[in-house]
């Protein structure tokens, strides 16, 4: 009779033990999915078990990927004090070491009499049993080791050994879940450095191209405003780079880490420029299905670049100038008022100053707007950047078209000849067709004709660059293009330059393919 009472009392336990269990695990595994903060979410496991689990001391011990030491990143002990320094377990070292070596379960009555104890923690009772299970994040990867103490031993200590397991598994899924996403954040965080590095690289300094006074003064203007937060006015006429300036200002300066935000003023009516710039709250206008952050919003801490500013309108001019006096607004159909911390950069090719005499453009926004101005000059103005213009740009086709090209120096004298109204753009347009209609990648001055620069169109005057006709890297076809030139496209000349006969050099015109330029 005693022995049944015994048995039922010991299946009660059980049962009463194995209920109280799968409630824990229920809730364990709420800590765990609510956070992928590592720590904190153990922490809170821990706790839990310590409260709910009659499971306390708890540790959890993870491997860390580059030393492969064993880390405590959680522990709880009756007092809830919390770890003051890192504590480390090398491989192999101690009860913990032991049970990450075995990759099994170790149960231990009664922690006194255990010798690998190391109490190194200083937070467990050597009176008490002692559990340390092995976590996984794959059936053969253990990661790290999780222990706590029963309150009491006997026969239910593996049932709790079991439980304690059971736990462990679901830490070793949190585990994995938390390094994949570690992962994919470094690597993340990696592109994202690499695509700033080639940002910088694209709009700084080196993608400038010019050797000139004018645009010498220019880098020396960008240099000294890119420190400060003032407010800078491009201006130049279409094509000259006021966007790659308002770039390399914007990547050499403190901002250089937030946003670049670019909007042209030109491109919307007033409503739409509204929100474009300010944004909008659902429900604003028609078409307004959520809420919606603008330019100015989107460039906070950064730098805002706003094109054609001369376009807009006198009603926008005033929304405008309350932004860049006081740095906030509101929303389109917003009645919150909303700071911004935003550097701008504006651009114009038209006169500002006659349109504010004309009382076209307001004067306080001038002002505003021209407290750094940098004058962008016309290509026609630097005729002498063209060659280098010219090799950098189609060196920027050829990465884009995927293969090599090369510039000859007869289709460089080609360009230089003529004024570029459409400025740099105008000169990119020209090579990008070039390329296109070169299939061996040479671009030589007959292609330049067949991409549709004519040599009597718009040509200004560039005295002939002095070419040495003895050079060896020059082909026969680019020497008797340089003679022609030089003699200013009489054969007679150009054959006395070479050494020629008037023959010679009509023959070599025929057989090279060379067209003759009608003076």
Not at 188 to 195: H, K, S
Request: net charge negative; glycine share 6%.
């Amino acid at each position: 009779m005693t022995e049944t009472v015994l048995e039922e009392k010991s299946s009660t336990a059980r049962n009463t033990l194995v209920q109280a269990e799968l409630d824990t695990l229920y809730r364990v595994s709420q800590v765990l999915s609510q956070s992928l903060e590592l720590k904190d979410t153990l922490a809170a496991v821990l706790e839990l078990l310590h409260d709910q689990g009659s499971l306390h001391n708890g540790m959890v011990c993870l491997i860390e990927e580059d030393s492969k030491e064993l880390m405590v990143y959680a522990a709880h002990n009756v007092e809830g004090e919390k770890l003051s320094s890192p504590i480390r377990y090398q491989p192999g070292e101690g009860l913990v070491g032991e049970i990450m070596n075995l990759e099994k379960s170790i149960v231990v009555q009664r922690l006194a009499d255990e010798p690998k104890f190391l109490d190194r923690m200083g937070i467990y009772s050597t009176n008490l049993p002692f559990i340390g299970v092995p976590i996984f994040i794959d059936e053969h990867e253990p990661v790290g080791v999780f222990v706590a103490q029963p309150p009491i031993g006997g026969e239910l200590l593996n049932e709790q050994a079991r439980f304690l397991e059971m736990v462990s598994n679901l830490v070793g899924q949190s585990v994995k879940l938390s390094r994949m996403v570690a992962r994919e954040r470094r690597a993340l965080e990696d592109e994202r450095d690499n695509l700033r590095r080639e940002v910088r690289a694209e709009h700084g300094f080196n993608s400038i191209v010019g050797h000139t006074l004018p645009m010498r003064r220019v880098f020396e203007q960008v240099r000294q405003v890119a420190k400060w937060n003032t407010t800078v006015l491009i201006r130049g006429e279409s094509g000259t780079g006021k966007e790659l300036i308002a770039h390399a200002i914007h990547y050499n300066s403190p901002r250089a880490s937030g946003s670049f935000i670019k909007l042209n003023c030109a491109a919307l009516p007033d409503n739409l420029l509204e929100s474009e710039l300010f944004g909008h709250e659902k429900g604003a206008f028609t078409g307004a299905v959520s809420q919606r952050k603008g330019r100015f919003e989107q460039a906070d801490a950064g730098t805002l670049f706003l094109d054609e500013i001369g376009e807009i309108s006198a009603t926008f001019q005033a929304k405008l100038l309350r932004v860049l006096q006081e740095g906030e607004f509101e929303r389109v159909g917003g009645a919150r008022t909303i700071k911004v911390d935003v550097r701008v950069i504006a651009a114009t090719n038209r006169d500002l100053e006659s349109e504010v005499e004309k009382e076209e453009f307001r004067e306080d926004l001038y002002y505003r707007l021209n407290v750094m101005p940098i004058n962008m000059p016309s290509l026609r103005e630097r005729a002498e950047d063209v060659p280098d213009l010219s090799r950098f740009l189609v060196e920027k086709i050829g990465r884009k078209q995927g293969r090599p090209l090369s510039i000859m120096d007869s289709a460089v004298r080609l360009l230089m000849r003529h004024d570029w109204p459409g400025n740099v753009r105008e000169l990119e347009n020209c090579l990008e067709r070039a390329a296109i209609m070169s299939e061996d990648g040479v671009i030589d001055r007959d292609i330049i004709k067949l991409a549709g620069l004519e040599e009597n169109d718009g040509v200004i005057d560039v005295a002939p660059t002095a070419i040495d006709l003895d050079d060896p890297e020059l082909d026969e076809r680019e020497r008797v293009i340089a003679a022609l030139e030089q003699a200013g496209w009489v054969q007679a000349k150009a054959a006395r330059l070479l050494g020629m006969t008037p023959r010679q050099i009509a023959y070599r015109i025929q057989t090279l393919g060379i067209k003759v330029r009608q003076i």
